[in-house]
């Protein structure tokens, strides 16, 4: 068990170097002689100009050498984004709030929602429920959320004013605002989610209705929902769980980049964004890296999680 | 060549015993139903996924169709930006833009202005087809370097393993793991600015194969998963031990029996291309303006027309989900065809 922990942990940590390894170099083919000296140094910087300020930021150090420096500075709190002079982590966490209330909230909705229409779909197999059900998560997995998202804002904050137009209020200044705010982004990014994890659940206990096990349970007696919610949900639910550990975390690195961009959410995403359009690289690194520690994290907790539901895994 | 896995193998066995017991000693057998004929028919009995493929089908046709519409129809090209002019309907006179800019809405006149005119003045209508064929365009190329490469490497990963193994799944895992958007968006944005070869600045290319790159993590891994199982089986030792090489196996032997794994993720693919497509033209490192796809158009009305013209957004919003959920449908109709008890799954 915890070998498998520890082996997991380790292929990750250099799954993340080599990544972080992969954004750097990115940005040396996009940046001109791989550093942004030209840009920092302004349109009518001389050569001249544009060496002092190479020489004064270790531009002219060879590459693997920024590249450790840049590292050192991120994990040290210490990198300062070349084109705002912000101290990158300061910036992530100023985007962290939002982009936190944004992954959590709609992460327990599309949840519970993924459940509920993925066991109603698969009792109701065949019925007018299911192909409803059907129908709506194959429009949820058709949509780009950003269209959604302008629909919503359009049509609910717009026109019939029931909601603000977007941007976020933090917690801790009005609740009421903070929730007001955030209903329509949970809305628009659980439904992608919801439309494909109903549809993966159904499949998922429409398969397990055939095991044996099921087949037992009946004859012991117990009543159909009892087999439903006592033995079948508990293993149709396990690849679920891993698909969300997943894309929790991709979410709070950055991944609702979409989402968070049309509401004006001010998150760790629109930073990604607006960093890529800067041609920032420390902190674009910076996120990239996050991203991969919470996938890292969260990934291993819901394996942890996974293992100990189903010991069958624990083997392979 | 022996498809163990094909389509419906399942059902062939069946059909196969059914035969022999009921012709025992009579010489002959008659000819069997292949596998893809019994999937073909499966698919044809399952009328909702026939009528969202005729659906695609037609959005494909009305997109090809565009200059057609542009010059004959609507006497207007995509490009054509008319934003103080004015054309008569009905016979009264309307402006284009009105006297505070705002585009017309949608007139429901296929000669002019069929779903209105966008906030510099063109034709959304022609624009709507012309932007299809470049976003349906860069579906197709995407889905294609994807289904190619992923399956090849898919292939050589999972039939040598080993070193080639280590190397391929390492790369995959650096792919898969950065966020699909992100590395859309730094790779689209690096082949923007500095371009290899024909992929430079603004041409359609560079996303699509962006996009395509970004998926193939996706085809990689099953079909890897699926090549490990094939080359455990009898068939392959056999085909050794007639004496062809190892590239001779994969073409001859493995990759029949990989074709309904693979039939499966083209319209998978292909619908979360399109989609990505337009994500990533939203967020500005997709198809560049002023090339014009279902992309470009949603966005320039979400930054430009939500209070005043939503029509902008909508238009061609709907014809974008149209076209990926027929996809989708399809997609899923074929799956169910090619194998009823396949747990293929590919993430969006």
Redesign the interface.
């Known amino acids: 068990m915890l070998r498998f922990v520890v082996r997991r942990l380790l292929v990750m940590i250099a799954l993340l170097i080599v990544i972080s390894m992969f954004t750097f170099a990115m940005f040396v083919l996009l940046l001109p002689n791989g550093n942004p000296a030209a840009l920092l140094a302004g349109r009518l910087a001389t050569p001249a100009e544009i060496h002092l300020i190479s020489v004064r930021y270790g531009f002219d150090k060879p590459i693997y050498i920024q590249y450790i420096d840049t590292m050192k500075n991120i994990f040290t709190g210490q990198a300062y984004s070349y084109q705002s002079s912000f101290n990158v982590l300061d910036e992530i966490r100023r985007g962290m709030p939002a982009t936190l209330s944004l992954a959590i909230g709609a992460g327990i909705i599309w949840l519970l929602t993924s459940i509920l229409f993925g066991t109603i779909a698969a009792v109701k197999a065949g019925k007018y429920a299911d192909r409803v059900l059907t129908v709506l998560s194959m429009i949820g997995v058709s949509m780009p959320p950003f269209f959604f998202g302008a629909i919503l804002i359009y049509f609910v904050a717009y026109k019939w004013n029931v909601i603000p137009i977007g941007g976020y209020v933090p917690l801790t200044q009005s609740p009421g605002g903070w929730l007001g705010h955030l209903v329509a982004p949970w809305v628009t990014l659980s439904i992608l989610f919801i439309g494909f994890y109903s549809r993966v659940l159904r499949s998922s206990i429409l398969d397990s209705i055939n095991e044996d096990y099921v087949r037992t349970a009946r004859a012991k007696g117990l009543s159909e929902r009892q087999v439903l919610i006592r033995h079948s949900l508990r293993n149709s639910l396990i690849p679920i769980f891993s698909l969300w550990g997943l894309d929790f975390a991709q979410v709070i690195g950055g991944g609702a980049i979409l989402t968070e961009t049309v509401y004006n959410l001010h998150g760790v995403g629109e930073l990604a964004r607006d960093s890529i359009g800067r041609l920032d690289t420390i902190t674009l690194m910076a996120i990239v890296i996050l991203t991969g520690i919470a996938v890292v994290v969260i990934g291993a907790i819901v394996d942890v999680l996974v293992a100990y539901l189903d010991p069958r895994i624990r083997l392979a | 060549m022996s498809v163990i896995s094909g389509p419906g193998s399942a059902a062939v066995e069946e059909v196969g015993g059914g035969f022999d017991a009921g012709f025992e000693g009579e010489g002959q057998l008659p000819p069997g139903i292949g596998p893809w004929k019994l999937a073909w028919r499966r698919l044809r009995r399952n009328r909702v996924a026939m009528f969202f493929g005729f659906v695609f089908l037609l959005v494909v046709v009305l997109c090809l169709l565009a200059p057609v519409y542009s010059q004959d129809i609507a006497h207007i090209s995509p490009d054509y930006g008319n934003p103080t002019g004015t054309f008569t309907l009905n016979g009264k006179t309307q402006f284009v833009l009105n006297t505070v800019g705002v585009p017309i809405g949608p007139t429901w006149n296929v000669n002019h202005f069929f779903f209105g005119a966008d906030d510099q003045g063109r034709d959304v209508a022609v624009r709507l087809l012309y932007g299809g064929r470049t976003s349906l365009m860069i579906g197709a190329v995407a889905t294609l370097i994807t289904m190619i490469i992923g399956t090849l490497l898919g292939i050589v990963a999972g039939f040598f393993r080993g070193w080639w193994d280590a190397i391929l799944r390492?790369a995959n895992?650096?792919v898969w793991?950065?966020?699909?958007?992100?590395l859309g968006?730094?790779?689209g944005?690096?082949l923007n600015?500095?371009g290899i070869g024909p992929l430079h600045g603004t041409s359609a290319l560079v996303p699509a194969v962006v996009i395509g790159f970004v998926y193939i993590p996706y085809v990689f891994r099953p079909v890897r998963g699926q090549v490990l199982t094939l080359r455990e089986r009898d068939f392959i030792d056999a085909a050794r031990q007639q004496g062809l090489s190892n590239w001779q196996i994969m073409i001859s032997e493995i990759l029949p029996n990989l074709s309904s794994t693979i039939v499966v993720f083209v319209p998978l693919i292909m619908?979360n291309a399109i989609?990505l497509e337009?994500?990533l033209t939203?967020?500005?490192?997709g198809v560049q303006p002023p090339n014009a796809s279902w992309g470009t158009m949603?966005?320039d009305?979400?930054n430009n027309d939500?209070?005043t013209a939503?029509h902008n957004?909508?238009v061609p919003?709907i014809m974008?989900?149209i076209a990926?959920?027929s996809i989708?449908?399809f997609g899923?109709g074929l799956r169910d065809a090619l194998d009823p008890r396949s747990?293929v799954?590919v993430?969006?």
């Open positions: 390492s895992d650096v793991t950065y966020p699909a958007v992100l968006i730094t790779v944005t690096v600015i500095h619908a989609l337009a994500g939203f967020l500005g490192a949603i966005s009305g979400i939500i209070p939503f957004v909508l919003g974008l989900v990926v959920m989708n449908i899923d747990k799954r993430g969006r």
